[in-house]
């Protein structure tokens, strides 16, 4: 059974950039969509992205002027690079991996999630 | 972007009632409609893809149905371990949208 885990700073000040790396059991990222989520504390869930390959990205309209996504095959992970930030930035956010069956996809195999805060 | 709204926000049950949540897409989805159960501290699970498929390894008290903007979650026979949040989500559009959840409580 496949395993993410994220990592990165867990505390951030305003203005500044969140780097968070999630890191695949399977160590394979190839032929799969990669997706990250975040979840403000004590709010609803809010889709930031995904990405197949670098010509294969979609990004929440709402975030991808800050917003940028990688994956490293490599080393079976991806990231995520989210500039500017502010209080409303606060929030756990998880990485998934986006299952597909035909033309139906959905949220799976979630990492455990990482709060992410900030504040100065 | 598709918004999806659920109902009710929260609701209150007894362990065996018979539980349905609703979703509502702001335009015609076809089918392509998924649900997660959220527990407190964990990360989100699916229970129902493509609307009415149940995902492997979910209990058949589960079920989905509906198509174009309205979908309905049911659980025929609430569980201990079913309460939770649960949420909706289009993948119809490739910009995916949530629904604002429904917290499941004990009554």
């Known amino acids: 059974q496949m395993h993410l885990q994220e990592s990165g700073a867990r505390q951030v000040k305003p203005s500044e950039t969140l780097s968070l790396t999630c890191r695949v059991s399977?160590?394979?990222?190839?032929?799969?969509?990669w997706t990250w989520v975040r979840q403000p504390p004590g709010k609803g869930l809010e889709w930031i992205g995904h990405?197949?390959?670098?010509?294969?990205?979609k990004l929440n309209p709402s975030l991808m002027n800050r917003l940028t996504m990688s994956l490293d095959t490599s080393k079976g992970q991806f990231s995520l690079k989210l500039r500017s930030l502010s209080a409303a930035d606060t929030a756990v956010y998880y990485c998934?991996?986006?299952?597909?069956?035909?033309?139906?996809?959905?949220?799976?195999?979630w990492g455990l999630g990482t709060l992410v805060t900030v504040s100065s | 972007d598709i918004q999806m709204t659920q109902s009710p926000s929260s609701l209150s049950a007894v362990v065996g009632d018979r539980v349905t949540i609703s979703c509502r897409a702001s335009?015609?989805?076809?089918?392509?409609l998924n649900w997660y159960q959220q527990k407190p501290g964990k990360a989100p699970k699916v229970v129902i893809y493509g609307a009415s498929t149940l995902q492997s390894g979910v209990p058949s008290r589960f079920s989905g149905s509906g198509s174009g903007t309205d979908f309905t979650l049911t659980i025929s026979s609430l569980q201990p371990e079913d309460f939770a949040t649960y949420y909706c989500?289009?993948?119809?559009?490739?910009?995916?949208?949530f629904g604002g959840g429904t917290r499941v409580e004990i009554k």
């Open positions: 335009q015609p989805i076809t089918n392509y």
């Open positions: 989500q289009q993948s119809h559009s490739t910009h995916f949208t």
């Open positions: 998934a991996l986006l299952r597909g069956s035909g033309s139906y996809y959905w949220f799976d195999s």
């Open positions: 990405m197949y390959d670098s010509e294969t990205t």
């Open positions: 399977t160590g394979s990222i190839s032929d799969d969509y």
